[in-house]
């Protein structure tokens, strides 16, 4: 594993904050030029976000050791392309069509992005196919499962025979994990699997920019060692730890119901051609006309996520499942079409 780490990576001596040389709780703190007058906000976070990871250790079920904390998913992901990828040199394999920011986080760390697509009627992906693409300078492979803008979560035992039989990094982006009867790969001691979730989607916190990597020490380690060292502030830390105790199972509960009433539903309608079964809190639709529907929807007030000029995804729309009176007004528009 050591190998597949960047030597640049390898060899770097991170900064050292305040807090890593004196970590005791009580004290007079004049070790990091900060204002010493209290309002709350005065002292730097906690740059390891100790409390935070027991927390999220506690829910998912994986030790605190192989936990990584980001600012959103795309901390993670742009980190893992600099640990792993030497810029101009290597590639990265992914599923396609899959989420945006793989390929712009591969382009900005000047990475070839070189995609597979999937079936075009399930959306299924080919992992032969997968590992036909992939060589010797390609150190990451990208699986989103329940994928996105497709809405499907993949074979677990497909996922399981990339991870066996590719000699790099299978990074599976677990976003909508929460909506899916499958289970996570956080857990499964593979080491090397990189597995992103966030809290972005069925927990609620889209707006307090919080994403996880679950991942072998070393990787973890790694990432630690090379991300801004206070990349979570203390306000989204102490909010985060307190909305963590609202389990978001109702709701994911009702989104998941609302899904099968929405698909069935719109399954019925003249303009829908083909409604995809998805593991997502969102519903990927075929329509005879996208860019007429989408229209319409907006008069309405409604806006939904127009992907019919993504190869693969030809003429659908995405559709988030929202309240039970947000579909209900959705179904209306599309009854009226
Ligand atoms: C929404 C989403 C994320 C979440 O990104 P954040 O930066 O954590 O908000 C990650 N991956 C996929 C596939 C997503 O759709």
């Not at 893992?80 to 101009?88: A, I, N, Q």
């Not at 992992?127 to 060589?135: E, K, Q, V, Y």
Request: glycine share 6%; with cysteine.
């Amino acid at each position: 594993m050591k190998n597949l780490i960047r030597n640049t990576i390898l060899t770097l001596s991170p900064y050292s904050t305040a807090r890593d040389e004196y970590q005791g709780q009580i004290g007079v703190y004049l070790d990091a030029n900060e204002n010493p007058y209290d309002n709350g906000y005065n002292r730097y976070p906690d740059p390891y976000q100790k409390s935070l990871k027991s927390r999220i250790s506690e829910i998912k079920g994986v030790a605190a050791e192989n936990i990584f904390i980001g600012n959103g998913s795309d901390e993670p992901i742009d980190l893992l392309f600099r640990v792993f990828c030497e810029p101009g040199h290597d590639n990265v394999v992914a599923i396609d069509p899959t989420y945006g920011m793989y390929r712009v986080a591969a382009h900005i760390n000047n990475i070839e992005y070189r995609t597979v697509r999937l079936n075009p009627d399930d959306f299924e992906l080919d992992p032969i196919a997968l590992l036909a693409a992939t060589d010797a300078k390609t150190k990451m492979i990208f699986i989103c499962s329940p994928n996105n803008p497709t809405g499907n979560a993949f074979k677990t035992n497909d996922v399981e025979y990339l991870i066996q039989n590719f000699n790099g990094i299978v990074v599976i982006d677990e976003a909508y994990i929460d909506f899916a009867e499958c289970s996570s790969f956080s857990d499964r001691g593979f080491d090397n699997v990189v597995v992103l979730q966030t809290l972005s989607k069925a927990w609620g916190m889209a707006g307090l920019r919080l994403g996880l990597a679950f991942g072998s020490k070393l990787v973890i380690d790694t990432l630690t060692k090379i991300k801004y060292p206070y990349n979570i502030n203390i306000v989204t830390q102490n909010l985060v730890l307190e909305l963590l105790d609202q389990s978001p199972r109702p709701q994911i509960k009702l989104i998941i119901s609302e899904r099968q009433r929405v698909a069935n539903a719109l399954g019925s309608m003249k303009s829908i051609i083909k409604v995809y079964k998805s593991d997502a809190n969102f519903l990927l639709v075929k329509v005879d006309d996208p860019r007429l529907i989408y229209n319409q929807l907006i008069q309405e007030g409604v806006i939904v996520r127009d992907r019919s000029t993504i190869p693969g995804c030809e003429g659908c729309l995405r559709i988030t499942i929202g309240t039970v009176d947000e579909n209900s007004k959705l179904i209306n528009i599309f009854e009226k079409l």
